[in-house]
């Protein structure tokens, strides 16, 4: 994915989506390496910090360990 199909993507996630259609979209419709850019995307961009707690979660269930903002 480019960065700005990631950047839409994200967008699109926010306030729409909860984090069980994320992780279904993640699992279903993209590779490990789209996940980590979604996911890190996500971490950087939004400051909620329960929902940034989530998306840690959800990212060690795909294998990405490391969403610490500024490291994508």
């Known amino acids: 994915m480019t960065k700005e199909q990631v950047r839409l ?3 699109g ?3 729409n989506m ?16 789209d996940q980590k850019e979604l996911l890190g995307y996500a971490y950087k961009d939004w400051n ?4 940034l707690k989530l998306l840690e979660e959800l990212a060690c269930h795909f294998g990405i360990y490391n969403l610490e903002k500024g490291s994508m």
Request: charged share 30%; no cysteine; aromatic share 20%.
């Open 48 to 51: 909620y910090p329960p929902m």
């Open 18 to 33: 909860n984090i069980f259609e994320i992780y279904d979209e993640l699992r279903d419709g993209h590779s490990y390496d």
């Open 13 to 15: 996630w926010n306030n």
């Open 9 to 11: 993507r994200v967008e």
